[in-house]
Nanobody
Framework: VQLQASGGGLVQPGGSLRLSCAAS????????MGWYRKFPEKMRELVAD???????NYGDSVKGRFTISRDNAKNTLYLQMSSLKPEDSAVYYC?????????????WGRGTLVTVSS
């Protein structure tokens, strides 16, 4: 599975931004797709994920502000970010967890930088 993330950039506090992640390869093996973010000198943290059955999880800090969605026809994952805060500034990564014959694999796209600043 290959993942290509896009949509990062500079946005003012209170603004909105939408990230996209295009998946290719063995799409049928994907069980969960999600967005993670990494702050300097900290581990990646979950932003949101969505499973193949449609169940969704959000990190506590983004609940009510971010929305994850998936367009299966386009094999693309989205993250709509609203009411952005400076503390949302981070490198955002797309992730896909796959299952093939009982074996589980995780894939990461290249990160996209989001900067929230006036």
């Amino acid at each position: 599975v290959q993942l290509q993330a896009s949509g990062g950039g500079l946005v003012q506090p209170g603004g909105s931004l939408r990230l996209s992640c295009a998946a290719s390869g063995n799409i049928a093996s994907i069980k969960i797709m999600g967005w993670y973010r990494k702050f300097p000198e900290k581990m990646r943290e979950l932003v949101a994920d969505i499973s193949s059955d449609g169940s969704i999880n959000y990190g506590d800090s983004v609940k009510g502000r971010f929305t994850i969605s998936r367009d299966n026809a386009k094999n693309t994952l989205y993250l709509q970010m609203s009411s952005l805060k400076p503390e949302d500034s981070a490198v955002y990564y797309c992730n896909a967890d796959t299952e093939i014959n009982g074996d589980y694999y995780g894939y990461w796209g290249r990160g996209t930088l989001v900067t929230v600043s006036s």
